[in-house]
C-alpha cells in the first residue's frame, strides 16, 4: 500500500461476510487486471469498472503516531478501497515496470521488484526462491554422483 504503516489485527476492524465477497472480488480482479497490464492486454472491462468503483469510495485514514509511524483506521470497505486505488496508482505509475511473475512454476504470485538491480525472480526466498535452490542442489549432487566412479 501507498506509504509506510499498516493496518493491524489490533485496528479493530470487523469484517462482514459481505466485505469478505468484496475483498475476493477486488483482489481477483486486480490479479486480472495486473496479468493484463503485464501481457500488454486491455484488462477486463467489469474489473476496470469495478476497480474504479472501489477506488472512488471513502479509504483509510492516516494517523501519524508520536513515534514518526503512520497507522490507517477505518472500515473494511474503507480498506478494500485503499487498496484499489492504490492498485490504480501502481497501473498508471513508473512502478508497472518492476511488477513481476514469480518464475517458480507452481506459484501465480505477482509481486513488484524493489531489488537494485531488478533481477529478482522469485516471490519471495522464504517460499519460491529457496524451493528452486534446493532442487537446483539436489540436482547438482545426483549428477555429481552420477559421475564420480564407484
Known sequence: MGGAGGVGRDAGMEASAEDLRSAIEVREAIYRTAVARLDGAQPLPADVGLLND?????????????????????????????????????????????????????????????????NRHWCGMAACGNKVKVQAFRARQRASAHRSPS
Not at 483506521?73 to 518492476?98: F, K, R, V, Y
Open 54 to 118: 472501489q477506488a472512488s469510495r471513502p479509504r483509510l485514514t492516516p494517523h501519524l503516531l508520536p513515534t514518526g509511524a503512520i497507522v490507517r483506521e477505518g472500515t473494511a470497505a474503507q480498506l478494500i478501497a485503499t487498496l484499489a486505488a492504490d492498485l490504480l496508482d501502481l497501473l498508471a505509475g513508473p512502478d508497472i515496470a518492476n511488477v513481476k511473475r514469480c518464475a517458480h512454476p507452481d506459484c501465480t504470485l505477482l509481486y513488484v521488484d524493489s531489488s537494485r538491480a531488478k
